[in-house]
């Protein structure tokens, strides 16, 4: 197995565990977390996967490079937005998910 | 605890399905039908570029990151509309705070080191490794540097100024973008004799707005609450 098919495989490990965190985890911070490792595993698939055996290229690289961006941005976007819930609510996770 | 255990069992249900669906993609991965390295290589030449990602990213695909840079511009506003009043910031003005011999020093050794980094980044990315995001972000750390050691970033501290440098991006490229419409070329279809310049320049702007748009989402957080227990 080539060294980018393991990347794909990774990342599709990291997507199927950050699901499971984001699934089970109410605290807003930890399913923010999760689902950035999900994108993570995301990008390790799009890049590991095309370039398995064909050598680099430069297109799925350039599209992660630009979703790092775009994540970057959402996630301070997010954290922003958590605090100020925090300030509003003094709670750390939606109503609907304190009432368990 | 019950439902607790039960909404575990789901999630690892669902987590394991999709691991398994995702597993089986990958080892079955269809062959393509056309091969994009090559795509990308034979059209280098006329990209102004010599680096493909940067080919891809400024010329090829520029369309993404005209968007990209867009993402980034409305996140910088929407941070800036939730942000709390200036009023209630506690932070202590740089002219009464403590000065710290060696963290000033450090600073002042460190700040000059990273905007030439950054321009370094920015300029070697035609070639090599490197590019707008890149020389942006590390523009962004030398800022957050600054503001944690409490020093006033004059340039980003004023209003406008400020308001433009987070445009400045988005800007440039809508005019190259328009520019190009309005030669009867397609839309970001640069010239061939121009597009270096024409992708240094907008790779410039972009570098100062994402550097800005990433200093202003960490300085427009809402401060630490006091207290905080959980």
């Known amino acids: 197995m080539s060294a980018d098919r393991l990347y794909a495989y990774v990342g599709a490990a990291l997507v199927a565990l950050s699901l499971y965190a984001f699934l089970v985890h109410t605290h807003l911070l930890r399913r923010l977390l999760a689902f950035n490792v999900m994108g993570g595993g995301t990008f390790l698939i799009l890049v590991g996967l095309a370039q398995d055996g064909r050598g680099p290229d430069p297109v799925p690289q350039a599209l992660v490079l630009t979703g790092i961006v775009v994540a970057i941005s959402a996630t301070a976007l997010a954290i922003i937005l958590l605090r100020r819930w925090f300030v509003f609510s003094q709670a750390t996770a939606l109503p609907e998910d304190e009432a368990q | ?230």
């Open chain 2, 1 to 230: 605890m019950k439902q607790r255990l039960g909404r575990q069992l789901a999630a690892g249900a669902v987590s394991v399905s999709l691991g398994a669906a995702l597993w089986h993609a990958i080892g079955v991965r269809p062959t393509p039908l056309v091969s994009l390295p090559a795509l990308v290589s034979d059209a280098i030449p006329a990209s102004g570029v010599s680096h493909p990602v940067t080919a891809v990213l400024l010329n090829f695909r520029s369309y993404d990151t005209l968007l990209e840079i867009a993402v980034l511009m409305t996140a910088a506003v929407v941070a800036l509309a939730l942000r709390e009043e200036q009023t209630t910031r506690t932070d202590t003005p740089a002219s009464a705070r403590v000065r710290y011999v060696v963290l000033d020093t450090l600073v002042w050794r460190l700040v000059p080191l990273l905007v030439l980094v950054a321009g370094y980044l920015l300029w070697i990315g035609s070639k090599r490794p490197g590019g707008a995001f890149q020389a942006g972000s590390v523009l962004a750390g030398a800022a957050v540097l600054l503001r944690l050691s409490g020093f006033a970033i004059t340039p980003v501290d004023h209003r406008l100024v400020s308001r433009i440098a987070m445009t400045l991006g988005m800007v440039i490229f809508l005019c190259v973008a328009i520019g190009t419409a309005l030669a009867g070329r397609e839309l970001l279809d640069y010239p061939v004799a121009w597009s270096g310049a024409l992708i240094l320049v907008i790779e410039s702007a972009l570098t100062i707005s994402i550097g800005v748009v990433l200093f202003s989402l960490f300085d427009n957080a809402p401060q630490q609450p006091r207290g905080l227990s959980r």
